[in-house]
């Protein structure tokens, strides 16, 4: 069965700076690999997704990772944050199940822009 | 477009009363999963359908029952409430087998249990 660790429960960043929001995952198969945000007291939208093809998966709001099957990793990156960007990030795997499949969801992090 | 609909937003039950949680989504999607979301633990399935008249059990079962009448409809049943089922609940959709198609998730329910 696939797990998701992210490695970060909080990451506190000032404006503008760049963030990365790490995520590793295990499995033995084939995965599908997805960053979710949730905004407060909102649902979760994706903001990209890993499916296969190029490594580098770019997604809304100027975000984008980086898929590295060596190091088991998604990394989740913004070269500059704005404060509108505050919200808990959560990495997805999912993997194919003989009853369809089954998305598993890392503990989230929850990201923090200040001035 | 509506998308997924969950109803009612808040809830306050006390021990050992019964509700349901309802979802609803208009997309035509045939998954349609139920998670919770507790502080420090990230989002755990409960229960998953692939499609009317299939479901299966996730990670956190116990306690919780679904059916699926309808392509459009996945109810979340709590038969005795208990306190540890404080938490917020989402109801989520996708297309089946459709490994590139994301989940849709809705507002949630946000539900107490003295």
């Known amino acids: 069965a696939q797990s998701v660790t992210q490695l970060d429960s909080q990451v506190p960043v000032f404006e503008e700076a760049p963030v990365e929001l790490r995520c590793n995952y295990s499995?033995?198969?084939?995965?599908?690999l997805f960053w979710y945000v949730q905004y407060p007291n909102q649902g979760l939208q994706l903001l990209l997704k890993?499916?296969?093809?190029?490594?580098l998966v770019k997604g809304i709001n100027g975000f984008e990772a980086e898929f590295n099957k060596s190091q088991t990793s998604f990394h989740l990156r913004k070269p500059s944050v704005h404060i509108s960007d505050t919200a808990e990030y959560f990495c997805?795997?999912?993997?194919?199940?003989?009853?369809?499949?089954?998305?598993?969801f890392g503990k989230g992090t929850s990201l923090l822009v200040t001035p | 477009n509506a998308g997924v609909t969950q109803t009612p937003k808040f809830q306050v039950l006390k021990t050992g009363q019964s509700m349901t949680l309802q979802c609803a989504q208009d997309?035509?999607?045939?998954?349609m999963s139920w998670y919770r979301q507790d502080p420090g633990m990230g989002l755990r399935l409960i229960h998953y359908?692939?499609?009317?008249?299939?479901?299966d059990q996730g990670e956190v079962p116990n306690g919780y029952n679904v059916s699926r009448s309808t392509t459009e409809d996945f109810p979340l049943r709590l038969l005795s409430a208990a306190p540890s089922q404080t938490s917020v609940y989402f109801c989520?959709?996708?297309?089946?087998?459709?490994?590139?198609?994301?989940?849709?998730f809705g507002n949630g329910t946000r539900l107490t249990v003295t």
């Open positions: 989520a959709s996708s297309q089946r087998g459709r490994y590139n198609s994301p989940l849709h």
């Open positions: 499995s033995s198969v084939s995965v599908y």
């Open positions: 890993y499916l296969s093809g190029s490594t």
């Open positions: 997805a795997v999912s993997a194919v199940s003989n009853s369809g499949y089954a998305l598993n």
């Open positions: 997309m035509n999607h045939e998954y």
């Open positions: 359908s692939v499609g009317a008249g299939i479901t």
